[in-house]
């Protein structure tokens, strides 16, 4: 069973910075691609960066493209996400995904976790 931990959401001011991890559990990530993926209440989830398995090609939403690094570590079974110049509109739960197409098309599996809630706010 497919069962991904994510942490690191808070509480950051318009221009802060906020680290993101995805854990992995009960399975290796090492030939899977990654997904980081956003959603607020009421909307449609979307897609905010991913990671081939071999981490040698990444992608980004316009949106996020330039503030936000998508980066991964096999050995710790986790992928980070590295978000900096938080915007408000930056604001939603985060979640991680295994991708069954590899970036840029970066589709998910549908197997989510709770995920980590991130609220950009002064």
């Known amino acids: 069973q497919l069962q991904f931990v994510e942490s690191g959401g808070g509480l950051a001011q318009p221009g802060g910075s906020l680290r993101l991890s995805c854990v992995a559990s009960?399975?290796?990530?090492?030939?899977?691609?990654i997904g980081w993926f956003r959603q607020v209440p009421g909307k449609e989830r979307e897609g905010v960066s991913c990671?081939?398995?071999?981490?040698?090609?990444?992608h980004y939403a316009d949106s996020v493209k330039g503030r936000f690094t998508i980066s991964r570590d096999n050995a710790k079974n986790t992928v980070y996400l590295q978000m900096d110049s938080l915007k408000p509109e930056d604001t939603a739960i985060y979640y991680c995904?295994?991708?069954?197409?590899?970036?840029?098309?970066?589709?998910?599996?549908?197997?989510w976790g709770k995920g980590t809630l991130v609220t950009v706010s002064s």
């Open positions: 990671i081939a398995s071999y981490g040698g090609i990444t």
């Open positions: 009960g399975f290796s990530l090492d030939y899977d691609g």
């Open positions: 995904a295994v991708l069954v197409t590899d970036p840029p098309e970066c589709t998910p599996l549908d197997s």
